[in-house]
């Protein structure tokens, strides 16, 4: 029985899949394959996530990955970070050893796949609610307080890095807007790039400080609910080096405003964002200082955030791509409200979630 699926790029049929579970260890009858996941970047990139199933034992999953500036070694430091994890009581879909190695190679046609076997999990989160938030919090508290102890690093970029480029807000996309603005536009547009300056020079000393190998994407997609009703996670895709005070702060950020919530009764932003914090504070306590920077770095990714600069039907770069003078003069006066509400409101969720 041949499952192969018709790719340019990469293909697995059982002969394979098998070959890949017998170095892992795995020589049960397999019963089933079913492709999760097929993304193909390019001509010569692609990743590829299967699920195996058996008879007598749990299901498997099987992840081959080609993609540029993935190397095997920070595969291989993903793994060993969400081992780390396990061993130390977090619940995540545990990656599987052959010859003392997380991940082994397959040539296909002169490219290198890195293969990648892990646990499968079921009970992945359909929506996330205010308990689901505080847990989350729990939960990524406790990876940031084991990976500071065990001084874990991977060296990989992450989504959520306020110094760098990140998914959540664009400051080098605005300040190109910003240098064709003229007059009004211009004025406020210097003052709101003031306001930012003012903001980072306040979160400026995490800078200087170490950083520890996060998760680096929680989302709904990315976690489980064991049996006891703990929160799991999986996919360590983009896991790499961040600060942690500033994954908290973002990942908080991500899990209120871009996750799945119920159609019926979804909770406010704020109330997700207390929560969340709420749990993580109970298992790593911010210090007053941190607490002082929180509505910094909210007002910042509220101000610029990715969405209204670059994406919505209605963004800023929409408007000034079609010369729309009164929408970009609309979006700046937005933009310039969210960093003074935002900072007021960052003030008070952030004091109540951590009760001080």
Known sequence: MDRSVPSA?????????????????????????????????????????????FKNRASMVIKLK??????????????AFSAILERHGVPVAGPLQAHEKYTSQLSDGGRGVIVKVEEFREKELPCVDLETAKKTGKLL?????????????????VLFDPFARNDLFCVEEFKRIGSVLSGADCARYLRIMGKYNDHMEHISSLRSQERFAVQGDISNNNLFMTSSGEIGLFDFNR?????????AIMQAVYEARLMDYSPTDPPSERSLLESFLSGYHEI?????????????????????????????????????????????????????????????GGRVFAEKAVDF
């Open 9 to 53: 790029i990469f293909t697995v049929d059982d002969d394979r899949v098998r070959s890949i579970l017998h170095d892992y260890g795995i020589q049960d009858s397999m019963d089933t394959i079913t492709e999760l996941f097929r993304y193909n970047f390019s001509g010569r990139e692609v990743r590829l996530i299967l699920k195996v199933t």
């Open 66 to 79: 080609n993609e540029k500036d993935l190397s095997r070694e920070v595969v291989e430091q993903q793994s």
């Open 141 to 157: 508290a406790n990876t940031h307080n084991i990976s500071e102890a065990h001084h874990c690093h991977v060296h990989f970029p």
């Open 239 to 247: 896991c790499g080096d961040n600060h942690l005070f500033c994954d």
């Open 284 to 344: 790593r306590p911010f210090t007053a200082e941190q607490v002082d920077m929180i509505p910094h770095l909210y007002a910042v990714i509220s101000a610029f955030w990715r969405m209204d600069i670059l994406y919505a039907a209605n963004s800023l770069d929409k408007a000034m791509k079609n010369a729309a003078s009164h929408a970009v003069s609309e979006k700046l006066r937005s933009i310039e409200y969210k960093d003074k509400r935002r900072m007021k």
